[in-house]
């Protein structure tokens, strides 16, 4: 599967962004789905991962209450909203793929990133 992550930009602290994640190659329900993010000098964290129906979710302790993932298998989309926003989310976020939910080893497949500022 290929992934194309797209949604990213410049927004002020307190603001919202909806990340996207586009897929193709195998049927996109096949796969579970998460979002990473990675700062500079810092390590790559999960943030969100979504079953293959949607309804089971998990989220990274930092972004609970605040950001919302979700998929529209019909469009192939994953979606990841982001709501009250900080500086301390500024990252390039990635989408991934696997066929295990939220898998301890790590995903299979990987989209590029995109760049999400946050300025104070």
């Known amino acids: 599967v290929q992934l194309q992550a797209s949604g990213g930009g410049l927004v002020q602290a307190g603001g919202s962004l909806r990340l996207s994640c586009a897929a193709s190659?195998?049927?996109?329900?096949?796969?579970?789905l998460g979002w990473f993010r990675q700062a500079p000098g810092k390590e790559r964290e999960r943030v969100a991962a979504?079953?293959?129906?949607?309804?089971?979710?998990r989220y990274a302790d930092s972004v609970k209450g605040r950001f919302t993932i979700s998929r529209d298998n019909a469009k192939n989309t994953v979606y990841l909203q982001m709501n009250s926003l900080k500086p301390e989310d500024t990252a390039v976020y990635y989408c991934?793929?696997?066929?295990?939910?939220?898998?301890?080893?790590?995903?299979?497949?990987w989209g590029q990133g995109t760049q999400v500022t946050v300025s104070s």
């Open positions: 991934a793929a696997d066929l295990y939910f939220d898998p301890i080893g790590g995903y299979d497949y």
């Open positions: 979504i079953s293959r129906s949607g309804d089971s979710t």
């Open positions: 190659g195998r049927p996109f329900g096949f796969y579970t």
